[in-house]
């Protein structure tokens, strides 16, 4: 028995993902990474970590969410809002790849969307980097009240087609 395990561990399974102890410890960190950066701790200086939240109040048009105490994504799965963080701006989109409407995903350590179906990447800010997307993330109104960011999810605005008011749905914080 110990001579199959032996000369087992010294080939390698094409069907298996990983190849060795190597890539096996790599994808176990990088899992834990993706554990700690649920949880809102960073397991990198320069990977903004991502946390899921809900709304703390709503109403039919519009969510409010606490006021994101550093950079980071927040993502609320039921409303289907993604909340970003970069230094003093925070932005408000709408979860779907403006593509072809697939869940977006934050790779906090790229510090970038990707939408999982075509690679289309955007940067921590919506905006559009490459991939088979034709804009940027689509951003979704946003105001800041004393305790609060408060979004209203029925106000989406698209890069290609409202520039203007795409660039200014933000907030900046004091």
Same mark, same amino acid.
């Given at each position: 028995?110990?001579?199959?395990?032996?000369?087992?561990?010294?080939?390698?399974?094409?069907?298996?993902? *990983?190849?060795?102890? @190597? $890539?096996?410890? =790599?994808?176990?960190? #990088?899992? !834990?990474?993706?554990?700690? +950066?649920?949880?809102?701790?960073?397991?990198?200086?320069?990977?903004?970590?991502?946390?899921?939240?809900?709304?703390?109040?709503?109403?039919?048009?519009?969510?409010?969410?606490?006021?994101?105490?550093?950079?980071? *994504?927040?993502?609320? @799965? $039921?409303?289907? =809002?993604?909340?970003? #963080?970069? !230094?003093?701006?925070?932005? +408000?989109?709408?979860?779907?790849?403006?593509?072809?409407?697939?869940?977006?995903?934050?790779?906090?350590?790229?510090?970038?969307?990707?939408?999982?179906?075509?690679?289309?990447?955007?940067?921590?800010?919506?905006?559009?980097?490459?991939? @088979?997307?034709?804009?940027?993330?689509?951003?979704?109104?946003?105001?800041?009240?004393?305790?609060?960011?408060?979004?209203?999810?029925?106000?989406?605005?698209?890069?290609?087609?409202?520039?203007?008011?795409?660039?200014?749905?933000?907030?900046?914080?004091?």
């Amino acid at each position: 028995m110990t001579e199959q395990r032996e000369s087992h561990a010294d080939t390698e399974c094409s069907a298996c993902p *990983v190849s060795g102890r @190597r $890539d096996f410890l =790599v994808d176990a960190l #990088r899992a !834990g990474g993706l554990a700690l +950066a649920a949880l809102g701790i960073a397991p990198a200086a320069n990977a903004m970590p991502t946390r899921w939240i809900r709304a703390l109040a709503s109403n039919r048009t519009e969510k409010s969410y606490a006021v994101p105490a550093g950079d980071g *994504v927040q993502i609320d @799965r $039921d409303a289907e =809002v993604i909340l970003s #963080r970069v !230094g003093k701006q925070v932005y +408000a989109f709408a979860l779907s790849c403006p593509h072809q409407n697939t869940a977006l995903r934050w790779e906090s350590d790229d510090r970038i969307f990707q939408c999982p179906k075509h690679k289309s990447r955007y940067r921590a800010d919506g905006t559009f980097i490459e991939g @088979r997307a034709t804009r940027s993330m689509d951003r979704l109104a946003i105001r800041l009240t004393d305790t609060a960011v408060v979004v209203d999810v029925d106000k989406l605005f698209q890069e290609d087609l409202n520039k203007a008011e795409w660039q200014r749905a933000m907030v900046t914080l004091p």
